[in-house]
């Protein structure tokens, strides 16, 4: 969902995706991008999302749980926030947290919780495309359910 | 002001695709609560049909006056069992928008989105 300049909260959402494979029918809320006056603000908390595996899928491309991001380049946020959000990725292809391609200013990742069951080297909030950031992102209590690690800054997912 | 508040499932577009579109000089605030949608597999063509593929339960296009929109407690379901792969460049997903006045909000709370698919 794509708002040019103003305002996107999305929060208390549940999303549930069976049998994923390769770009379609993953349990994520927003692709929705702004537009370049840096003038967006978005919020994204207290959703849950899972993604359960469904036994017969098999490996399959990467899919991201929750997207800070438009999918395309140009836009531009003032506030984007990822707070409370709790992600089950009970899937070999899910990832977690995924940042790409725009221009963020404070980008906030608090009290996320991952749980990456069942994956490979998921459970991570993580950069794709190359975005951009004036300042520099935040990460407070953001947890890898499986590891018990603190996830505090951007990693790797396959 | 205008409310497009569309219960109990919407309209029919095709393919057997339940779809609730708002499109055109919509201004206002736009709100939808309280829907349940559910779109199948389309066994019929042998394809996932609008319910899966290219499927977009609730569209709102792009307005160049609307002030907001609201998505509160809806359930949406799409069902792909017993049907082939998706097509993974294709498009599934339950509320699309492109809000393009400036300043414009969008509210979502309280959703639920469930996708399945399974192999034959």
Redesign the interface.
């Not at chain 2, 792969?85 to 599934?92: I, K, L």
């Not at chain 2, 809000?99 to 979502?108: E, L, Q």
């Given at each position: 969902m794509t708002t040019a300049n103003g305002t996107k909260t999305l929060t208390h959402n549940y999303g549930e995706g069976l049998g994923y494979r390769s770009g379609a029918l993953h349990g994520e809320f927003d692709q929705g991008g702004a537009d370049g006056s840096c003038r967006a603000v978005v919020s994204q908390s207290y959703n849950t999302v899972l993604q359960p595996h469904d036994g017969n899928s098999g490996a399959a491309a990467a899919a991201a749980l929750l997207y800070g991001s438009s999918g395309a380049v140009g836009p531009c946020y003032a506030n984007y926030t990822f707070a409370n959000n709790t992600l089950i990725v009970n899937n070999p292809a899910a990832t977690g947290i995924e940042v790409s391609y725009n221009t963020y200013t404070n980008l906030a990742f608090s009290n996320n919780y991952i749980a990456p069951v069942y994956t490979v080297n998921g459970g991570c909030i993580y950069e794709v495309g190359n975005p951009s950031f004036t300042n520099s992102p935040t990460f407070y209590g953001n947890i890898n359910m499986l590891t018990g690690n603190t996830i505090a800054k951007f990693g790797s997912c396959p | 002001m205008i409310s497009a508040i569309q219960r109990g499932g919407g309209q029919t577009t095709g393919n057997g695709c339940v779809d609730l579109l708002v499109h055109g000089n919509v201004s206002g605030t736009i709100v939808i609560k309280n829907n349940r949608w559910r779109n199948g597999a389309d066994k019929v063509h042998g394809t996932f049909g609008c319910g899966?593929?290219n499927s977009i339960i609730v569209d709102?296009y792009a307005n160049s006056v609307a002030d907001s929109?609201t998505i509160t407690n809806n359930l949406c379901g799409?069902n792909?069992e017993n049907g082939p792969?998706?097509?993974?460049?294709?498009?599934?997903t339950c509320?699309?928008?492109?809000?393009?006045?400036?300043?414009?909000?969008?509210?979502?709370?309280?959703?639920?989105?469930?996708?399945?698919?399974?192999?034959l």
């Open positions: - | 899966i593929e709102i929109l799409i792909a792969a998706p097509d993974p460049n294709g498009v599934t509320f699309g928008a492109n809000m393009t006045k400036s300043g414009a909000t969008i509210d979502a709370e309280y959703n639920a989105v469930f996708v399945a698919w399974t192999i």
